[in-house]
């Protein structure tokens, strides 16, 4: 059988422990480890002052959190310097001592045993920074396919016997490798619990950086959160503060003062003294807010909380009115800086979006319940003059996404069908798809609105205005979240080399030029935080590559488009695992969306490919026709289409790049795809035979039950479906519906959904479970508890990510065990 993993890289590499002649049922001897110690601890006062079971958890944590040990590296404590040294553990002697062991077990698929630890004096174990407790056979553990940290804290060898390590399998398949070797693949664990820099906010003159830090502790079971700010001429951190995550900061437009919000309070940080003051203290509902440019108040949404009893029944108002929060009320304040007085600027009947601010007049939003026009939904866009009250509107607009002001006029961002603007590329018979969103020059008045973007292929998603009066925007480019940047006096917008192939935000000082920083990743390169040039050239201000991920193997991802049957080119990419060797055979894991947004090439999200790639798999991602970023006329064939291009593309695009890769094996092909990607897998489903195991997260069984229960079902299809409902468009609701297909499925097919899930209800899931139940084919359901439409707490997200490999383990590479571990028959 073909290891398909990390294990023919161990085998050609010196580590101390290869299992090769022995089965793994029989004890084998871990016969070296990296130590550090005898370090400056007296172990006798630890017991007897206590917390002893703390500070080992603590050294582990400490030691542990930046790059793995390596033969000769200097630890500093106490004035004392230490090297961490490779030793045998029947070497150590009988001095009582505290010290600190270090290796790595390496599995090549799910495995179970124990780790036997003889004859060490009070030794505690720790594996990927969980303590595990010892039995009487060892030291219990059940490991996924990957590189496990293993740290063994205790206080030298027992009067009597000899210190020993060993692992034993339970099984003859429950192999495992130790090394010590300074590398590892990339984990889970790794991946949520890395540090990230989670918002940006730049001083107005472009020198100060605020940089919020999150990264997750998990020996000490905790997250860490810290607020720097970076003095970007010097380079130097001239302020740093541990706190909670701020939802939101932003310095004042004078520079003198760092707005940020955290939990239900507004404060503000003085550049100069350092002094903190809390502006909006424990104000419950606070939302957006944005500095008002004299920098002597802050604009800010607050919300009411509808109290109307709804105990007993409660009749719905709107179709909105199932959505949660929508009786809430949001209204725009105004708080003074100097006084923290408070003034309400509005007391509309719905909520209000603030989007900009100039001297004296705020612009703003509301949602307005119109059904009368796909996609089923209006917005009120307005002004406020702040020195009388007075409102003035400026337009009623459908396919709204945002607005800025202009020197004359408004810059608007909506979808391509705009009644008013002239956006739509596509021939006549043809519907555009209104996510894929332009940038429109809107008249004073409201009533014109002349698109700037038409040979612009790129859909926005993000705009800000800069202080010369031109824009930087966020857009979707193919596979890329792209920096734009539109010059009124120039003949489009034009992207700018971020240095990042997905951007997830960026901040722009108020100079002429701008300070520009933006913070991103690559399908192979986490997170960095890079200042940028509008005319060219980037520097990296923080990487991760050099931190969290400095020792991590990842694999190479390289770019693979092909031509279709209808002479259309189809992006898309793959990825290798980290021991990558052409002459063997690997399976084929297929990752698409299929709905309107390319699956872009961040390094991690929902979808973690690395981690999937570092489990011994190929991943090859497709970007099928219907997605933006493309132009107008490959995003209009999502419109009404309901997987037929998508599916198309889908299974021409895995027959034609398992032909042109002989390293795949074209017998162990699994798809998988989520939300309008997991009604993709059952429609797939229906349509081929060509993949060997399934996988729909959220997806959609019944286009009718979707479109009249999802919460944004109605919404999303007056887009999507434009100008067809049930009663009009039988054809559609039915036939590109799986259930109503589910007899052609053979595939086995394994279902996850969130049970809370309020976009995609999970009734979509149990319909096509009961369909392939009641016919007897090969299917599973996991639904996660109080889990919406992703899974996002992150014990449960490991769970879901586990239940994902294992699914493939045991179809794609006849490895069972994994699955009937996490979902053992009785």
Partial sequence: MIRYCLFALIIQLPFSLVLAE?????????????ALGALPVDVEMMDKAGHADDLRRALVGQVGEGA??????SVTAFGKTWEWQPVSPDTLDSERALQLWWFQLETDRFVRGHLKVEDLRNAAVYVDGDKVDGGEEGHALDLRNGSHQVWIVHEGAAEEGEPALAWKGRSEQDWAVAHTRSERRVSAQRLTNAETVSD?????DGRYLALAHDRRDEAADADIRRLEIRDLQTDRIVRQWTAERPSALAWSPDGSKLA??????LWLHDRESGRARALLLEHEGIGSWRWHPDSRSILFSWVKKDETDTDKRRRLRALEDRWAGFRDI????QVDVDSGIVRALTAEEHSVNLHDVVDGRVLLSHSVIDYAEPPHGLTRVFELDLEDGQRREIARLRRFNDIRYAEEGYWLLAGPGLAIGDGDTTAEDVTPNDYDTQ???????????????RDFDPAFSGIERLADGNLLLSAVSGEESVLVHFDRDADGPRIVDSGVAVMESFVASRTSPPTVVVRGSDADAPQRVHRVGLDGGNEVLVDS??????DVVLGEVRDWTFTNADDVEIDGRYYLPPDFDPEQQYPLIVYYYGGTMPVNRQFTGRYPFNLWAANGYVIYVVQPRGAIGYGQDFSA?????????????????????VEAHDFVDGERIGNIGASYGGFMTMYLATRTDLFAASISHAGISALTSYWGEGWWGYSYSGIASQGSFPWNSRELYVEQSPVYNADEITTPLLLLHGDSDTNVPPGESDNMFTALKLLGREVEMVEFPGEDHWILDREKRYVWWDSILAWYDKWLKDEPEWWQHLYPES
Wanted: net charge negative; aromatic share 8%; glycine share 6%.
């Fill in 22 to 34: 022995e089965t793994a049922t029989e004890p084998v001897a871990i016969d070296e480890v990296l």
């Fill in 68 to 73: 793995l040990p390596r033969d000769g590296q």
């Fill in 200 to 204: 940006l906010a730049i001083s107005p």
């Fill in 260 to 265: 940020l919000e955290t939990g239900e309070s």
């Fill in 330 to 333: 949001s209204q725009l304040y």
């Fill in 439 to 453: 940038l429109y020059h809107l008249s004073v008045d409201g009533t014109e609105a002349v698109s700037v973007s």
């Fill in 545 to 550: 590559r050099e931190t969290a991920y400095a």
């Fill in 637 to 657: 064939k999502h419109v009404n289409a309901w997987g037929e291009y998508a599916a198309d593309d889908i299974i021409e695009g895995t027959r034609k790049f």
